[in-house]
C-alpha cells in the first residue's frame, strides 16, 4: 500500500520465485480488503502463500513448506556474542593494520578487549531500563545497590574509550578491575554455584544469550585488560 510495505510479502515472494515458481502477486490495498481476506480464509496475518490452490500459510510456513529452518524467538542463542566479538576482533586487527602497517600486534589484542567493552556497553546503552532489569537478576553488587545496575553500563562504556584511547589509565583500570571483578563473581555464583539458569544482559536487556561460559568471559577480559595494562605501565615506569 502507499504508506506500508509488507517485509514478509516480499521475502516470500523472493522464496518462491528463487525456487522456481511464477508468482501470482496479488495485493491487499486496505485495510478493508486485509480484514475481509483474514475473515474469508480464517487467519490472523498477511501475507498468505497458496500453491497449487492450497493454502500453504505465512512466510514461516512457507519456510517449513520447503524443509527450511524458522527461528524460534524465544530459544537461547549464543549468535550476538559470536557476532559482536568477530567485528571487534576486525575492528583491532584493521585499526593496527591502519596504525602500524601489520594487523597481528600486541595492540591489536589490546584493541580487541577494548572495542569488546565499547561495543557491549553500547548493546547495553539502547535500553538501559531493561539492561538494568535482566541484571538485577544475577549481579551481586547491583541487588545490594540497585542504582549500579544504571551506573554498569556507562562505567564500561567510559573504560573501554578510555582503553582504545591509551589515555588516564589511571582511572579505566581501576573500573575495569572493579566491574570486572564483581562481574566474575556474580556470575560464577548464579551459574555454578546457585546452578540458576538465566539469560544473560551482557549484549543488552533483550538478548537470549544464556548466562554461562561467555558472560564470565567478557568479566575475565576486563580484569585482564585492567591487570595487563597496570603491568605494562609499571614495566614502562621502571624501564624510565
Given at each position: 500500500m502507499d504508506k506500508h510495505v509488507c517485509p514478509y510479502g516480499l521475502?516470500?515472494?523472493h522464496l518462491?520465485?528463487?525456487?522456481g515458481f511464477a508468482v501470482d502477486d496479488k495485493w491487499l490495498t486496505s485495510?478493508?480488503?486485509?480484514?475481509?481476506?483474514k475473515a474469508d480464509h480464517n487467519v490472523r496475518t498477511t501475507p498468505q502463500t497458496f500453491i497449487d490452490g492450497k493454502?500453504?500459510?505465512g512466510y514461516d510456513d512457507l519456510r517449513r513448506y520447503f524443509g527450511m529452518t524458522v527461528a524460534d524467538p524465544d530459544a537461547t542463542t549464543y549468535k550476538p556474542v559470536i557476532a559482536l566479538f568477530a567485528m571487534t576482533a576486525l575492528m583491532a586487527l584493521a585499526a593496527s593494520h591502519a596504525a602500524f602497517g601489520t594487523a597481528l600486534t600486541i595492540h591489536a589484542a589490546e584493541w580487541f578487549i577494548a572495542f569488546s567493552?565499547?561495543?557491549?556497553?553500547?548493546?547495553?546503552?539502547?535500553?538501559v531500563e531493561s539492561f538494568s532489569t535482566m541484571f538485577l537478576n544475577y549481579d551481586l553488587l547491583a541487588r545490594r545497590w540497585v542504582p549500579y545496575a544504571t551506573i554498569y553500563p556507562f562505567a564500561e562504556g567510559l573504560a573501554g574509550v578510555l582503553m582504545i584511547a591509551g589515555a588516564l589509565t589511571w582511572l579505566s583500570v581501576p573500573i575495569a578491575l572493579f566491574i570486572g571483578t564483581v562481574g566474575a563473581v556474580s556470575v560464577i555464583k548464579a551459574v555454578y554455584i546457585d546452578k540458576r539458569e538465566l539469560k544473560c544482559a551482557c549484549v543488552g536487556?533483550?538478548?537470549?544469550?544464556?548466562?554461562?561460559?561467555?558472560s564470565l568471559t567478557e568479566n575475565l577480559m576486563?580484569?585482564?585488560?585492567?591487570?595487563?595494562?597496570?603491568?605494562?605501565?609499571?614495566?614502562?615506569?621502571?624501564g624510565g
Open positions: 521475502k516470500a515472494k518462491l520465485e528463487s525456487r485495510r478493508e480488503e486485509t480484514d475481509a481476506f493454502r500453504i500459510g567493552m565499547a561495543v557491549l556497553a553500547l548493546l547495553k546503552l539502547q535500553n536487556g533483550s538478548s537470549n544469550v544464556p548466562l554461562g561460559f561467555l576486563m580484569i585482564g585488560m585492567a591487570v595487563w595494562m597496570t603491568v605494562s605501565a609499571l614495566g614502562v615506569g621502571a
